[in-house]
């Protein structure tokens, strides 16, 4: 069985909230207090990448596509200038 995998990349803004047994405790920025809840706002989604895993099954499966040359590839609409055709031989 093959899997897909998404993965997002973006930014965005975020307020953590933690809970402390002292103003000392709270204002060191490297403790870990006990986690409350978090709020993530003002999410920008930059790109999104798919990946392809394969279960072992089929080892010589590739999710490589291949992609036409510029002579192979076809007349664009709206475009001026004719595309080429190939010849075989």
């Known amino acids: 069985m093959t899997i897909y995998t998404r993965i997002k990349n973006g930014e965005c803004s975020f307020t953590m909230i933690e809970e402390f047994d002292s103003a000392e405790k709270a204002a060191n920025p490297s403790l870990e207090g006990k986690f409350v809840e978090v709020k993530i706002e003002n999410v920008k989604l930059d790109f999104t990448t798919v990946k392809k895993e394969h279960d072992g099954k089929h080892q010589s499966a590739s999710a490589e596509v291949p992609r036409p040359s ?14 080429k055709e190939v010849s075989s031989g």
């Open 70 to 83: 510029g002579e192979e590839t076809s007349e664009i609409l709206g475009s001026e200038v004719p595309s």
